[in-house]
T-cell receptor, first 114, second 113 residues
Framework: GENVEQHPSTLSVQEGDSAVIKCTYSDSASNYFPWYKQELGKRPQLIIDIRSNVGEKKDQRIAVTLNKTAKHFSLHITETQPEDSAVYFCAAIRGNTNAGKSTFGDGTTLTVKP | DAGVTQSPTHLIKTRGQHVTLRCSPISGHKSVSWYQQVLGQGPQFIFQYYEKEERGRGNFPDRFSARQFPNYSSELNVNALLLGDSALYLC????????????FGSGTRLTVV
């Protein structure tokens, strides 16, 4: 079946440093790759996404890159702040004429130390 | 605008019982997906519904079923509950074209005892 591997499982950085989280997917039909931030006891919230026809997307301090050939995509957070501390999930979604199927990674716990 | 709403927020059931969880999507969203999230893991895809039809199914047993109503709200049903079904059940709605802009509800915390 489809699989998404996410690394690292935990990441600790100093405030102001950059953080990078990487995901590899197996389903070559995946065409949509969102990233979610989940704080303790709360719902996952979409922070950035990228479609398969785009190689990179940036939104302020957050960027995502996609390498379709290698089937991996990465989340980059620059100038990290303590409020960035949370669990981050990547997902690979096969969306085709409303027949979607999504696979999530197991998450990365990011801790930003002040 | 209201976001994705789920009910109930918490639920305790006994092994062998059945449970029905409910989800109302964001207004204008016609696609609803269900996920199971066990503590320490990512959401696991259960079903996707669009226009009242099942469009995707994850690797879950037949004890899990769902349906979508004409107003695009949805129910997830789980029969013959097992202890291992204890989890946070999340509903997500998305724009009419599946696979984009998933927005999650706050989930239903199910505990099976």
């Amino acid at each position: 079946g489809e699989n998404v591997e996410q690394h690292p499982s935990t990441l600790s950085v100093q405030e102001g440093d950059s953080a990078v989280i990487k995901c590899t997917y197996s389903d070559s039909a995946s065409n949509y790759f969102p990233w979610y931030k989940q704080e303790l006891g709360k719902r996952p919230q979409l922070i950035i996404d990228i479609r398969s026809n785009v190689g990179e997307k940036k939104d302020q301090r957050i960027a995502v890159t996609l390498n379709k050939t290698a089937k991996h995509f990465s989340l980059h957070i620059t100038e990290t702040q303590p409020e960035d501390s949370a669990v981050y999930f990547c997902a690979a979604i096969r969306g085709n004429t409303n027949a979607g199927k999504s696979t999530f990674g197991d998450g990365t716990t990011l801790t930003v130390k002040p | 605008d209201a976001g994705v709403t789920q009910s109930p927020t918490h639920l305790i059931k006994t092994r062998g019982q059945h449970v029905t969880l409910r989800c109302s999507p964001i207004s204008g969203h016609k696609s609803v997906s269900w996920y199971q999230q066990v503590l320490g893991q990512g959401p696991q895809f259960i079903f996707q519904y669009y226009e009242k039809e099942e469009r995707g199914r994850g690797n879950f047993p037949d004890r899990f079923s769902a349906r979508q109503f004409p107003n695009y709200s949805s129910e997830l049903n789980v029969n013959a509950l097992l202890l291992g079904d204890s989890a946070l059940y999340l509903c997500a709605s998305s724009l009419p074209r599946a696979g984009y802009g998933y927005t999650f509800g706050s989930g239903t915390r199910l505990t099976v005892v």
